[in-house]
């Protein structure tokens, strides 16, 4: 695994990581803890800015907030997110970062370098793993001298703003047409929290909705319904429709997944929209790139049901 900077093509089940360090008191002795963000959401990495107190601040892990060009952007300490004690042991560093079309910055002790690595060399967490660390991670990627920890960030700001913009109801005639096509939508995201949110907003809305935590268990899943609907004679949307999909995902990211659909003759006609946090009009090229149907940003899931509709209705999906 060598460090890069370069841009990395679509589908090609890659990933850049920015490594950093949180320096942990224990006792007497000190723990130094890796842990990974990827690039794309990763805007700067800066000293330690002057804070100006934020009023109402909802958790004590928010330090207060500072101005990068002309914008007030919170800093949260990380260490302190994961119920640990931060033991400073030299100036600390600042990761700036923007997905869902927020920007934050997070306290972290040291930074050290990038990697380039494949999506399959990322483990999924144990749950005993999770547990330990806020259920913030959503990877592992192990090294010959230390394991890094990929974060959850989308969780962690969540989690810091849970009265974020309310989901609207889906139009009762949109709701009705769904539901009397039983139209099936496969959801997947690494995030539990992602999961069960997107996955409740399409069943909300008349949607059958089944759930996978990554790419390849997605992909195993669209196999056994291809072989289902080759044996039985049946069609393809007997079993699914529709796939909504996260980007960053463990052993097979959504870039790769959605190439993979697009490429089997069969599985093809399935429409995929993908649905991340990192869907900018700076990254938006690489969903097209690899045959994504729709694109839609985390940040706007009210969009996510009518896109989704749009895209079954004009395809006919659920006609007999």
Known sequence: MSETKILLESGTNELEIVEFYLDEKRGEEKYRGFYGINVAKVLEILQMPELTDMP??????????????????????????????????????????????????????????????????????????????????TGVVKFTDRIIFILD?????????????????????????????????????????????????????????????????????????????????????????????DIEMPIMDGHTLTRSIKEDPILKHIPVVLCSSIITETLHHKGVAVGADAQVSKAELNDLVGKVHDILKSRGAGQE
């Open 56 to 137: 109402e601040v909802s958790h004590p892990a928010v330090l207060g907030a500072f101005n990068l060009r002309d914008e007030i952007i919170p800093l949260i300490d990380l260490a302190g997110w994961l119920n640990k004690k931060r033991k400073q042991t030299e100036p600390p560093k600042v990761i700036v970062t923007e997905f869902n079309r927020t920007k934050s910055a997070f306290l972290v002790s040291g930074v050290t370098r990038i990697h380039r690595i494949n999506w399959n060399e990322v483990e999924a967490p144990t749950g005993y793993v999770s547990s330990l660390t806020v259920n913030s991670i």
């Open 153 to 245: 960030m989308e969780k962690i700001c969540a989690d810091l703003n849970p009265d974020g913009a309310p989901i609207e109801e889906t139009p009762p005639a949109i709701m009705e047409e769904i539901k009397q096509k039983h139209l099936n939508a496969l959801v997947v995201d690494d995030s539990t929290m992602a999961r069960k949110m997107i996955a409740g907003i399409l069943e909300k809305s008349g949607f059958i909705v089944q759930t996978a935590d990554n790419g390849d268990a997605a992909w195993q899943m669209l196999r056994k319904y291809k072989r289902k609907s080759v044996e039985k004679n049946k069609p393809l949307y007997d079993y699914v429709d529709v796939v909504v999909s």
